[in-house]
């Protein structure tokens, strides 16, 4: 699978032969921040993006390596841009979040994942934050991420680095799904092959 990264630091990456995954935001700093203030009248729409301190809002789909299919998005999406080509490994798996059955695995996992931190927290204050949280990224799912596109990112750190779920190693999305790009990120650097 060949994907496209838009830089600002192509010659830096193609002379250490590295891309480095994004992880300059915190998601157990977020996630405390969200299990403190998220109630059950919590909306998607009112779900806070960032937590104090932070300097930005949480990433789309969470940490990683941001792509694209094809170059000519790579290069629109910021000024001064280069483009990095990532040649993938062919047996990455893909978690496409525009197909419904991907959709519906997604919600499910985060249905079992709610069984998993219910019998492992033993405070009842704590595991009301939790399923307030959970339900609302359940909304986010059914809803497309219309209304709440960083709650990919989200769950992907929930399901992963908590509950120990193994997560596709490329996730994709369009977020405009009448004329938007098409978003992947790169979960696991270690399947990248060639970088040129």
Known sequence: MELYHSTTQKQKILSEKKIRKN???????YLKH???????????????????GSKRQAPFMGNGIYCFDNVQSAL??????EVIKIQCSTDCEVLDLDKYQDIMNLFKSIEDAEKVLVDKIKDKDAV????????LLKECIMDEFINCQQAVGLIIYVLNYLVGYKIEEIITISYDKTAGPK??????????EKIC
């Open 128 to 135: 009301k934050g939790w399923q307030s949280l959970l339900l």
């Open 183 to 192: 978003y992947y990120i790169i979960t696991n650097p270690a399947k990248i």
């Open 34 to 52: 969200l299990l403190d203030h998220v109630t059950e009248s919590t909306s998607t729409e009112s779900l806070s993006w960032n937590y104090p």
């Open 76 to 81: 629109s999406y910021q000024t001064k841009s």
């Open 23 to 29: 992880t300059s935001f915190r998601y157990l700093e």
